[in-house]
């Protein structure tokens, strides 16, 4: 079972920038896509960024433009660039491997980490 480590969450003002990175033990990237999830307080867990083998990223209508995700072969990590926050960017924020280009099956979830953004 692949393990994914997140780290590099935290409490940011709105307009301000967080890039989480999800360290990975052992190099899946050609075979599963990366993608990273929020849940929100209240709310279900959502999609908000995927990078498949083929390295075509999709994103969510609420954080195109503001967010991208992007892999380091090298270091087996992936990375969640968040600029502009919104305080309703706030939850915890998931890494998963899985398959298909939005992740229909997960293979392996993270233990999440906090991003508050204050107004």
């Known amino acids: 079972q692949v393990q994914l480590v997140e780290s590099g969450g935290g409490l940011v003002q709105a307009g301000g920038s967080l890039r989480p990175s999800c360290a990975a033990s052992?190099?899946?990237?050609?075979?599963?896509?990366m993608g990273w999830y929020r849940q929100g307080p209240g709310k279900q867990r959502q999609l908000v960024a995927a990078?498949?083998?083929?390295?075509?990223?999709n994103y969510a209508d609420s954080v195109k433009g503001r967010f991208t995700i992007s892999r380091d072969n090298a270091k087996i990590t992936v990375y969640l660039q968040m600029n502009n926050l919104r305080p309703e960017d706030t939850g915890v924020y998931y890494c998963?491997?899985?398959?298909?280009?939005?992740?229909?099956?997960?293979?392996?979830w993270g233990q999440g980490t906090q991003v508050t953004v204050s107004s």
């Open positions: 052992e190099n899946i990237f050609s075979i599963n896509t």
């Open positions: 990078i498949p083998p083929g390295g075509k990223t």
């Open positions: 998963a491997a899985g398959w298909g280009a939005t992740i229909f099956k997960v293979r392996s």
